[in-house]
């Protein structure tokens, strides 16, 4: 009995040069088959960079050490698809050398953003997790941090992007089995929650 997908691979050969005869002599081989399915089982097998490591140190709360020089909403969009995570809470603190701020202007409801490039401390990141509005299985992060520059003023607000420069450690809280979905209000240009 034929094995599935090994027409294909035969059409692929033939296309590569090989005579009809030749490529209906391979087709029903099972070494292209075998081919595929080593090379698939070597793909899954690669180790995947990860962007943090992590601990569960109560039912559905995370502790997590980011690594140095990633961008903090990546990284903890990625924890968040890892873990199934759309709805619950994030707070923390680290060390960052960029960052990118937005303010949503109300009368015309749209985002100004300003990026700071120089080496600041979180001293406070808070935020909530929760799921996109046309994307029920990416997680939506809302984050607000406030960061301390070297003359120790400080800049905040709602965080867009932030490059970690030293250490980024965060507390997650999964509310397991819950859902937050959100929808676009138009009258506010928000993504608010659907309650």
């Known amino acids: 009995m034929p094995v599935p997908g090994l027409f294909f691979m035969g059409t692929i050969k033939n296309s590569l040069g090989r005579s009809s ?27 995947h960079k990860t962007m943090y490591k992590y ?14 020089h990633v961008e903090i909403c990546e990284a ?15 707070n923390g603190l680290g060390a960052i050398c ?9 009368a015309t409801k749209q985002y100004v953003d300003k990026t700071f490039s120089e080496q600041m401390e979180i001293t406070n990141l808070t935020g909530n997790i929760s799921r ?4 029920p299985h990416t997680p939506y992060l809302h984050i607000h941090i406030t960061a301390s520059r070297r003359d120790y003023s400080c800049v905040g607000g709602h965080l867009l992007r932030a490059r970690i420069n030293g250490a980024c450690e965060l507390v997650v809280q999964d509310f397991w089995e819950a859902t937050l979905d959100r929808y676009f209000d138009p009258q506010t240009g928000l993504n608010l929650y659907k309650l």
């Open 21 to 47: 005869s030749e490529s209906a002599l391979h087709k029903n081989s099972p070494v292209p088959f075998l081919y595929f399915l080593l090379f698939f089982v070597y793909l899954r097998s690669k180790p």
């Open 55 to 68: 601990k569960e140190v109560a039912d559905f709360t995370y502790v997590l050490s980011l690594d140095n």
């Open 76 to 90: 903890l969009s990625e924890f968040c698809k890892e873990k199934e995570i759309y709805a619950g809470v994030v």
């Open 132 to 135: 996109k509005p046309d994307d």
């Open 98 to 106: 960029e960052a990118t701020f937005r303010f949503l202007d109300p």
